[in-house]
């Protein structure tokens, strides 16, 4: 009695939304239940009017709040209603309907716990050199901090087990992409990939002006994502850095103060003792992110389990032999 949750989360788009919601697959092998759910995020066109009108649930709240939120919102609502599978796709059908049976099979057969269709980006006609670049480095940057083996880190086009769903917080109102990837990492849950193709752009992306506000967005929730759960490793390389660069001064003044000549190099041990202090200064930081990193953690268990006492676990996914 698999029952799966499709969302698409929508700021206007009553455009493309009929074609999105005709794309989507009506029956699934192993799954019992499809609904489709939209997010209303503050939309002041048609799109609910659309939405009512092919019998979609509607999840609705006043104003626009950003993916990130809508996203979130969408999420408990799934769990809300009994979702063992929630599949995220974007309103301006970006992607092909057709891949959503592909996207849910490594949940249904318990090998995968969040699953990423990757567009194959560095194959994408229309992305410029430049964006192809920047989407690898992104990519790339992602694995190294999340730990996983995520191809495409920014695609909107996922599918995530009970499991995730109750495990993940987000806590960005912007977006939630790079968010869920390194939580999940770092909580263990299982990430795979599954290829896919998009359909031409059918208008520019709403969530990024140009690709330079792409990458400062991206790169500082990325940042502060890892930051959030790597503090004491984070605080310890930059402190580190400080107290290398403040300690070649200072022995250098040590050297000339032990030959008797120490007056003339004051500047040294000046700038060595500002960047030492402050490398020391930065590791205490670090303890005390770190220390705070510990009750956030505990907060999330406690979260969890009151979710999971609220929506129940994975079990129905679990009986099909968890793989890890
Ligand atoms: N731009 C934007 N999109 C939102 C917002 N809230 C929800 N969305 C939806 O998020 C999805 C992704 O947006 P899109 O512009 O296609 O971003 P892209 O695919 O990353 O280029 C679409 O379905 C939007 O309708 C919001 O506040 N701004
Ligand atoms: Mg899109």
Redesign the pocket.
């Given at each position: 009695m698999v029952k799966l949750v499709i969302q698409?989360?929508?700021?206007?788009?009553e455009k493309t939304l009929p074609s999105v919601l005709a794309d989507l697959p009506k029956k699934i092998e192993g799954i019992k239940e499809i609904e489709v759910q939209i997010?209303d995020?503050?939309c002041t066109d048609k799109t609910v009017e659309v939405a009512r009108k092919h019998g979609c649930h509607i999840v609705s709240y006043v104003g626009?709040?950003?993916?990130g939120v809508?996203f979130k919102t969408g999420m408990e609502e799934a769990l809300h209603r009994g979702a063992d599978i929630l599949v995220n796709?974007?309103?301006?059908h970006?992607y092909p309907g057709k891949y959503i049976a592909e996207l849910v099979q490594p949940i249904l057969r318990g090998k995968a716990d969040m699953v990423i269709g990757d567009r194959q980006t560095s194959k994408i006609s229309h992305f410029s050199p430049i964006k192809k670049f920047f989407q690898w480095l992104g990519s790339s940057l992602t694995r190294f901090l999340s730990g996983t083996r995520v191809n495409d880190s920014?695609s909107?086009f996922r599918a995530y087990s009970k499991e995730a769903m109750l495990q993940l917080n987000v806590v960005s109102t912007f977006?939630y992409v790079l968010d869920t990837i390194v939580q999940a990492g770092k909580k263990g849950l299982k990430v795979t990939n599954i290829t896919i193709t998009t359909n031409k752009p059918t208008?520019?992306?709403?969530?990024?002006k140009n690709i330079f506000q792409h990458m400062k967005k991206s790169g500082s929730n990325l940042v502060r994502v890892f930051v959030m759960y790597e503090p004491f490793k984070f605080f310890a390389y930059v402190s580190g850095f400080f107290i290398v660069c403040g300690l070649i001064p200072l022995l250098r003044y040590l050297w000339f103060l032990f030959q008797g000549s120490g007056d003339g190099h004051i500047q040294s041990l000046l700038a060595g003792s500002v960047l030492l202090l402050s490398g020391v200064t930065l590791f205490g930081v670090g303890v005390l992110a770190d220390l705070n990193a510990i009750n956030r953690k505990l907060i999330e268990e406690s979260l969890y389990m009151q979710k999971k006492g609220m929506y129940g676990g994975n079990e129905k996914l679990k009986g099909r032999k968890y793989e890890r």
């Open positions: 698409i989360p929508c700021y206007n788009e997010i995020d503050g626009n709040k950003g993916l809508a796709t974007d309103g301006d970006q920014v909107g977006s208008r520019s992306s709403r969530l990024f």
